[in-house]
């Protein structure tokens, strides 16, 4: 397997995220660093999984034909876009 190619980053941390991305390191036994990849990997995946979540609802409402249906996935859809 060929190994990727690291890039360095500079990240400044708020000082109550960095006590927490310590924490992490510690009770796993492993660098901040890793902490932070790990994290932000998980952010990523995240973010690509409700990306795809949305449009799945959204293929679900323009074959919808019960308007009841219809406007719980336009509420979980304004939820997923506003918060709201």
Known sequence: MKREEVVRKSVSLPPRIANRVR?????GRTSSNRVLVDLIEAGLESKEAEKKHFFELTEQLTECDDPQEKQKLK???ARLTFGV
């Open 75 to 77: 509420e979980e859809l």
């Open 23 to 27: 924490a992490l390191a510690r009770k």
